[in-house]
Nanobody, 116 residues
Framework: QVQLVESGGGLVQAGGSLRLSCVAS????????MDWYRQVPGKQRELVAT???????TYADSVKGRFTISRDGAKNTVYLQMNSLKPEDTAVYYC??????????WGQGTQVTVSS
């Protein structure tokens, strides 16, 4: 089983930046890819960015050019660098790990609030 712990959320003004971190522990060898999702109350969880074990990245259209997902294998950490933040980026951000054997793990979430 994989445990994921996010950090780095907070309050920032529009146009500002934040970097989220997700530290993985446990059976990390089983992780095939890592995602960042976000969710606002009353809405479905939205996929923001993905990075595969091979380093391939994909992004939601709403964050392309502003967000960057990356990883540090030595630290078992995945990052989400968020630049040019907008009020509509306000959400709880979740780290998600997908196992090559099926299933996945979620972190507890970190709140990002962007003020206008």
């Amino acid at each position: 089983q994989v445990q994921l712990v996010e950090s780095g959320g907070g309050l920032v003004q529009a146009g500002g930046s934040l970097r989220l971190s997700c530290v993985a522990s446990g059976s990390i060898f089983s992780i095939n890819l890592m995602d960042w999702y976000r969710q606002v109350p009353g809405k479905q969880r939205e996929l923001v960015a993905t990075i595969t074990s091979g380093g391939i990245t994909t992004y939601a259209d709403s964050v392309k050019g502003r967000f960057t997902i990356s990883r540090d294998g030595a630290k078992n950490t995945v990052y989400l660098q968020m630049n040019s933040l907008k009020p509509e980026d306000t959400a709880v951000y979740y780290c998600h790990g997908v196992s090559r054997y099926g299933g996945g793990s979620w972190g507890q979430g970190t709140q990002v609030t962007v003020s206008s």
